[in-house]
Nanobody
Framework: QVPLTESGGGSVQTGGSLRLACDGS????????MAWFRQAPGKEREGVAH???????IYADSVKGRFTISKDSAKNTLYLEMTSLKPEDSAMYYC?????????????????????WGQGTQVTVST
């Protein structure tokens, strides 16, 4: 059983919007931290947005003001609302979940290594 499954990727033009979704098991959604990462060809994986189980969020500077992470725990679904998309946002987007060992809060979520991952959904932004 795949613990997390992303959907909603696609091709859009610059300035467009997309909403990614990540469905998972109750076990995955019981983790303290959930996050969206992205990786473009030839580049390192980048943490885009993180959310705690209490709804606290933190974003990469490159997406602040344009992306919004949220989750619906009743549906076991994590979302990433992406607006004002740019070509540099093109990447494979992954959702992830896990619980930090000692520290808590959105900064801890940004700093930790995640063990539960989805398989990714491709986002392509054209000029």
């Amino acid at each position: 059983q795949v613990p997390l499954t992303e959907s909603g990727g696609g091709s859009v033009q610059t300035g467009g919007s997309l909403r990614l979704a990540c469905d998972g098991s109750a076990n995955s959604f019981s983790r303290y931290c959930m996050a969206w990462f992205r990786q473009a060809p030839g580049k390192e994986r980048e943490g885009v947005a993180h959310i705690t189980d209490g709804g606290l969020t933190i974003y990469a500077d490159s997406v602040k003001g344009r992306f919004t992470i949220s989750k619906d725990s009743a549906k076991n679904t994590l979302y990433l609302e992406m607006t004002s998309l740019k070509p540099e946002d093109s990447a494979m987007y992954y959702c992830a979940a896990d619980t930090p060992v000692r520290q808590y809060g959105p900064v801890a979520c940004r700093s930790m290594s995640y063990r539960v991952w989805g398989q990714g959904t491709q986002v392509t932004v054209s000029t």
